[in-house]
């Protein structure tokens, strides 16, 4: 009797392993499609934004009048305005994250931004990793020096000179291509502080920067001496395969210029369009 009763006890314990085991697999098989919708929802960086009511933007800060702080400490400036007036176009307030130029694009990478507005010229190579959104201004880049150089007088004559540039910019990529001693930098600001006490020959940067330059402090002792061939255009940046976000910055963009407040900011820069 006992013999049998160990054997039912042995039968009903066996019956109860194979219904767990028999149910641990479509729990399984369940958790996995949700973790993979879960992916799906938020890899549309859009409907992230919008749930979360902000889109986190990338910029420097130190470069102006692109993305700079006024007199009274607060972020302000063209890429700023502009990035602002995006965000509120979509329906959200608009973040920013400071950091150095050499990182923004690592910060997308992380995840860390949902966007940068920083000047970042659209390039090829940017393009394979990154999508960008319609150009919203175009600038020519120069060569700058100080007022009594005499040996640097083209592009060409960068030839073993030291040039004040960010690393990953198209801007170093000039610099680099007519020979010159590239001296890392963060930013406009760190470029034009060592050209000024001689601790470069030159940098290469933007036209609009350097014109904002002259016109904050018309007394400083650099000039203008060539102009590279090509203006570059820059636009917002995203991470890849995010077609929502960049769709409704692009249609976002494309409603400043028609009902004029493109214009109004950047008249308020640059006194002119900057997008052309």
């Known amino acids: ?31 996995e499609g949700a973790s993979e919708q879960s992916e799906t929802a938020a890899a549309n960086s859009l409907e992230k ?8 933007i990338g910029t420097e800060g130190t470069y102006p009048p692109f993305t700079y702080h ?10 700023v305005d502009i990035a602002r007036e995006v965000a509120k176009r979509i329906g959200v307030e608009a973040e920013f994250v400071e950091a150095p130029w050499d990182s923004l694009l690592a910060g997308i990478d992380a995840g860390r931004f949902d966007s940068v507005f920083n000047q970042v010229a659209i390039r090829d190579d940017r393009k394979e990793k990154y999508d960008f959104s319609d150009p919203y201004i175009s600038s020519g880049a120069v060569l700058i020096v100080r ?23 198209n801007l170093a990529d000039i610099a680099k291509e007519n020979g010159a001693e590239i001296v890392p930098i963060e930013g406009f600001n760190q470029a034009i502080d060592l050209l000024n006490s001689s601790r470069v ?25 060539a102009e590279a061939e090509d203006a570059s255009q820059s636009g917002a940046v995203f991470a890849k395969n995010n077609p929502e976000l960049v769709e409704a910055a692009n249609k976002a963009l494309a409603d400043m210029h028609s009902d004029g407040t493109y214009k109004t900011i950047s008249e308020k820069y640059f006194g002119e369009d900057v997008s052309k």
């Open 201 to 225: 020959d030159a940098t290469i940067n933007d036209n609009l920067s350097f014109l904002d330059l002259k016109k904050q402090k018309p007394d400083i002792a650099l000039k203008v001496v």
């Open 49 to 56: 934004i919008k749930a979360e009511g902000k889109m986190v």
């Open 70 to 79: 006024d007199a009274s400490g607060n972020l302000t400036g063209f890429d």
């Open 1 to 31: 009797m006992k013999k049998a009763t160990l054997l039912s006890l042995t039968a009903i314990l066996m019956v109860l392993m194979l219904a767990a085991c028999g149910n641990n697999t479509p729990t399984a098989a369940n958790n």
């Open 147 to 169: 007022e009594d150089n005499t040996d640097i007088n083209s592009l060409e004559d960068l030839q073993g000179k030291k040039s004040a540039q960010s690393l990953t910019s």
